[in-house]
T-cell receptor, first 114, second 111 residues
């Protein structure tokens, strides 16, 4: 399968714990995005990487959230000291430099914070 | 800031035609995209309009009027498998390279 993959697909954690999600984009895509989606809403932008550089961050991204893309391939999103309000689907998308409107989404990681 | 408005729900029967409208308010507009998302699935790209007019891709067409800040997605010959959420999304200069999505329209197709 050459699509975007995310791991884990589901995560249940207790409030206050740290969680980390991984995204593997389509191999030739240099642009990678993280979004968050809650029930009944569209995806909301969190952060964007071009190769290994984190170029944009949303105001939604509090200091408890950190993302990396160390070698310009896979990316990780970490949430520290999780809160119940962090419960959501975390989506990763990738695209090439010339096709920014056509973003290819992974299946998402569904996080539930108890 | 940016905002997008689309109906929350639309219902139709198999074989019918349905139009999902989207109005937007942005600065430095680049274009309007449409994505489909089935329950529990990932959003999937359907179409993109940068210029005024109609783009056709099989049973789906998308229209844009930049002067009216309006677009729509037209789905023809509806099938049960078209039951999903449909999101319009824009990219504009304020948002940078990210897409700003509407809240989505849930389409229910019945037999």
């Amino acid at each position: 399968d050459t699509g975007v993959s995310q791991d884990p697909r589901h995560k249940i954690t207790k409030r206050g714990q740290n969680v980390t999600f991984r995204c593997d984009p389509i191999s030739e895509h240099n642009r990678l995005y993280w979004y968050r989606q809650t029930l009944g809403q569209g995806p909301e932008f969190l952060t964007y990487f071009q190769n290994e550089a984190q170029l944009e961050k949303s105001r939604l991204l509090s200091d408890r959230f950190s993302a990396e893309r160390p070698k310009g391939s896979f990316s990780t999103l970490e949430i520290q000291r999780t809160e119940q309000g962090d419960s959501a689907m975390y989506l990763c998308a990738s695209t090439t430099g010339t096709g920014q409107e056509t973003q290819y989404f992974g299946p998402g990681t569904r996080l539930l914070v108890l | 800031g940016q905002s997008l408005e689309q109906p929350s729900e639309v219902t139709a029967v198999e074989g019918a035609i349905v139009q999902i409208n989207c109005t937007y308010q942005t600065s430095g507009f680049y274009g309007l995209s449409w994505y489909q998302q089935h329950d529990g699935g990932a959003p999937t790209f359907l179409s993109y309009n940068a210029l005024d007019g109609l783009e056709e891709t099989g049973r789906f067409s998308s229209f844009l009027s930049r002067s009216d800040s309006y677009g729509y997605l037209l789905l023809q010959e509806l099938q049960m498998k078209d039951s999903a959420s449909y999101f319009c999304a824009v990219r504009d200069r304020q948002a940078g390279t990210a897409l700003i999505f509407g809240k989505g329209t849930t389409l229910s197709v019945s037999s």
